[in-house]
């Protein structure tokens, strides 16, 4: 996982809290002693919204721990976080923002507004700032919203660091280990070939369905798609209309045309 630059400037210092300990303790104990994290996520912004994908793959160290993580989560009806890091904090992240959410609306009877709802999100991740220094529990979202009034209405896309300052992109997001591989590419096809905002819901799927297979091929900590064990990437779509899910039987037929799997 890409913890950003500011932890990558602490471990090279050896300031990280708890980092030799952890490292001893692995070579004392192997891969179980280590924590689990997740990978690669990728939003992208396409003519009807913004498709929302990630792998199923949660590793420590080099040991694959679970095939099959959920790191593309709804935390209400119209807003998707993915999640690059620690499982564990990310998911408590993901419930206390969902649970914030609700809060407010049931007491102020409305809605949450979109700066308040980044801000929220920012608080979380600050709080969690303890843990990531230790190099153990660092969280690295993408939040994405499909706004229906006022001047940001439409599909957003922002990303955060692990300090929790915040970063809206326009046009694509990715990030996890995997993400380095992608983004370039991601870059080239947007701004030489056809911008991503023109291109229809089936044109955009094949292309994350791409990226991620693309990552997959060149980081061990991000996981293809494995045809023989049905294992599919979890990708959803974020439009006016709401939030739902690309199905497994979508997601196989266009890996068919791609010919990809094993």
């Known amino acids: 996982m890409d913890s950003g630059d500011f932890l990558s400037i602490l471990k090279e210092r050896g300031q990280l809290p708890g980092a030799a300990e952890a490292t001893q303790a692995v070579a004392q104990n192997g891969a179980p002693g280590m924590h689990t994290e997740g990978t690669t996520i990728l939003a992208l912004r396409y003519r009807d919204g913004v498709l929302v994908a990630g792998d199923r793959r949660a590793t420590a160290g080099n040991v694959v721990v679970y095939d099959r993580a959920a790191k593309v989560l709804s935390v209400d009806d119209r807003s998707v976080l993915a999640l690059s890091g620690s499982p564990a904090n990310a998911y408590e992240i993901a419930r206390l923002l969902e649970i914030s959410f609700q809060h407010y609306r ?14 929220t999100l920012s608080r979380l991740l600050r709080d969690n700032l303890p843990m990531a220094m230790q190099g153990i529990g660092a969280v690295v979202p993408i939040y994405i919203t499909h706004e229906k009034d006022g001047p940001q209405a439409g599909g957003r896309i922002y990303f955060y660091d692990v300090l929790g300052a915040n970063f809206e992109t326009v046009d694509f997001c990715t990030t996890g280990s995997g993400s380095p591989i992608i983004r370039g590419a991601l870059y ?8 991503f905002v023109e291109r229809d819901e089936a044109e955009a799927l094949r292309l994350v369905l791409q990226m991620l297979e693309t990552a997959a091929e060149f980081d061990t900590a991000t996981g293809g798609f494995k045809s023989t064990a049905a294992i599919y990437p979890q990708v959803m779509r974020v439009t006016g209309d709401g939030i ?17 799997g094993g």
Do not use: C, K, M
Request: hydrophobic letters at 35%; zero cysteines.
């Open 106 to 119: 049931r007491t102020q009877l409305q809605e949450l507004s979109l700066d308040g709802r980044l801000r």
């Open 188 to 195: 080239f096809l947007n701004r030489w070939e056809r911008p």
């Open 244 to 260: 739902t899910d690309i199905s497994e039987a979508d997601l196989a037929t266009h890996y068919a045309h791609l010919q990809v």
